[in-house]
Antibody
Framework: QVQLVQSGAEVKKPGASVKVSCKAS????????MHWVRQAPGQGLEWMGY????????YYAHKFQGRVTMTMDTSTTTAYMELSRLTSDDTAIYYC????????????????????WGQGILVTVSS | EIVLTQSPATLSLSPGERATLSCRTS??????LAWYQQRPGQAPRLLIY???TRATGIPARFSGSGSGTDFTLTITSLEPEDFAVYYC??????????FGQGTKVE
């Protein structure tokens, strides 16, 4: 079965960076784009960006551009998200999320629907 | 950025009752809309995409309808495990792909 298993909780100081991981199994890693979505405590969901598993190409939401880096390591079927210059507003649960679409040929695009989610990683930013 | 407004914020019902949740978008998203369920302490789960297509493994009591700017998620007969928060999400054209603020079914 499809599983996305994320690394453990993190506590960071303002201005620091955090890098979280997401180990995928149960499907062909290169068949699906990977997105990241976050959820501040008691709040709604916010899409952050995605990575193409074949080209490594990325697209980030405007508010995170210049501060986020998303990668996928096909040799270990692990996705990573690094967020820098952290502030208290970045305190949230971060989810890796698989795109619904199965990539059948070069040029196929994601559907931007999210069918499998990791368990989430709580990142706390506090001085 | 497209804004999604969900109503009501909270829906108080009993098991076996019918739940009707609404999602309105600030501009047309055609039928490019999904619904997710989030139980307490869990990650969201995809229920419906393209406004009315049930995701794999989702029970038939969940149905979605609508197009343009007005969408509805219906749960025909609430089971105990259906008491959760429900989010809608749009995916038309350019990012960011935005979510509604959620409806809690209690």
């Amino acid at each position: 079965q499809v599983q996305l298993v994320q690394s453990g909780a993190e506590v960071k100081k303002p201005g620091a960076s955090v890098k979280v991981s997401c180990k995928a199994s149960g499907y062909t890693f290169t068949d699906h784009y990977m997105h990241w979505v976050r959820q501040a405590p008691g709040q709604g969901l916010e899409w952050m960006g995605y990575t193409n598993p074949n080209s490594g190409g990325t697209y980030y939401a405007h508010k995170f551009q210049g501060r986020v880096t998303m990668t996928m390591d096909t040799s270990t079927t692990t996705a990573y998200m690094e967020l820098s210059r952290l502030t208290s507003d970045d305190t949230a649960i971060y989810y890796c999320v698989r795109d619904l679409n199965v990539l059948m040929k070069i040029g196929d695009r994601p559907l931007y629907y999210f069918d499998y989610w990791g368990q989430g990683i709580l990142v706390t930013v506090s001085s | 950025e497209i804004v999604l407004t969900q109503s009501p914020a909270t829906l108080s019902l009993s098991p076996g009752e019918r739940a009707t949740l609404s999602c309105r978008t600030s501009q047309s998203v055609s039928t490019y809309l999904a619904w997710y369920q989030q139980r307490p302490g869990q990650a969201p789960r995809l229920l419906i995409y393209d406004a009315s297509t049930r995701a794999t493994g989702i029970p038939a009591r969940f149905s979605g309808s609508g197009s343009g700017t007005d969408f509805t998620l219906t749960i025909t007969s609430l089971e105990p495990e259906d008491f959760a928060v429900y989010y809608c999400q749009q995916r038309i054209n350019w990012p960011p792909w935005t979510f509604g603020q959620g409806t809690k079914v209690e």
